[in-house]
């Protein structure tokens, strides 16, 4: 299907060392945390709201590292609200 397809391409996209897995490492340099307020008021560490962005793809257990599997589900949860292919195509592409 077309849109696990482009889910794949993302993950392959954000897996920067091709571990067959994404974690905080490869995450570090796409998502700038340096202005996150958590950050900046020194409640948190970069490394934590790195870990709590990975969290949000990781559907199996919290363990810091989100397969493909856990990919795809992520993106088929919020496929099922996007009517549009071309729509999906374009969120993930962003």
Same mark, same amino acid.
């Given at each position: 299907?077309?849109?696990?397809?482009?889910?794949l391409?993302?993950?392959?996209v954000?897996d920067k060392?091709?571990?067959?897995?994404v974690?905080?490492d490869?995450?570090v340099?796409?998502?700038n945390?340096?202005?996150?307020l958590e950050?900046? %008021?020194g409640? &948190?560490t970069?490394?934590?709201v790195?870990?709590?962005?990975? =969290?949000?793809?990781d559907?199996? !257990?919290?363990?810091?590292?989100?397969t493909? %599997?856990?990919f &795809?589900r992520?993106y088929?949860?919020?496929s099922?609200s996007? =009517?549009l292919d071309?729509?999906? !195509?374009?969120m993930?592409?962003?």
């Amino acid at each position: 299907e077309r849109r696990e397809q482009m889910a794949l391409l993302a993950f392959d996209v954000l897996d920067k060392d091709k571990s067959g897995v994404v974690d905080v490492d490869d995450i570090v340099g796409m998502y700038n945390v340096e202005g996150n307020l958590e950050v900046l %008021s020194g409640k &948190k560490t970069k490394n934590q709201v790195l870990r709590e962005f990975l =969290d949000t793809f990781d559907c199996g !257990e919290k363990d810091g590292k989100v397969t493909p %599997s856990e990919f &795809k589900r992520y993106y088929a949860n919020i496929s099922a609200s996007v =009517d549009l292919d071309d729509y999906f !195509e374009l969120m993930i592409r962003n």
